[in-house]
């Protein structure tokens, strides 16, 4: 499979909705909304390598829900310049009483059983929808 210039510019604009991932985790420090530099420390991946984190904070994601922009901010994310994705932890969420439904296509993400988030599965990842402007 090849990928084109649009797929590499969508991996690297996504949020996966990771179930394994310990924290929320991006390479783009321009994603920050508030942001702390800290002793770089290293993040255990998925494939057992490691990369190192050097920031972290809050991220205010642009997503979309219902057709409509939503502002979603997401707490004690950590900047590892690194690594190519951005990764929503569901074990985080969780942590923070927020509940991850996983269906066919979908993923709903809610609070207090109200939906403030929702993604699409896409060659088996959830991918969150985030609000791109027309």
């Known amino acids: 499979m090849t990928n084109t210039r649009a797929d590499s510019d969508h991996i ?6 990771d179930s394994a991932a310990t924290s929320h985790m991006t390479f783009g ?8 530099s800290v002793t770089p420390f290293p ?7 490691a ?19 939503s502002i979603c901010d997401l707490r004690d994310v950590l ?22 439904q996983c269906l066919e296509d979908r993923v709903e993400i809610l609070s207090n059983k109200l939906l403030v988030a929702s993604g699409t599965r896409k060659r088996g990842l959830y991918i969150l929808d985030l609000f791109k402007p027309r």
């Open 12 to 17: 690297k604009s996504a949020w996966y909705v």
């Open 79 to 100: 900047h590892v310049p690194s690594f190519v994705y951005s990764l929503l932890s569901v074990p985080t969420l969780a942590r923070r009483g927020i509940t991850v």
């Open 51 to 69: 990369a190192l984190a050097v920031g972290k904070e809050d991220v205010r994601l642009r997503i979309r829900k219902n057709g409509k922009l």
């Open 29 to 36: 420090r321009a994603a920050f909304a508030t942001y702390e």
């Open 43 to 49: 993040v255990k991946l998925g494939d057992n390598s």
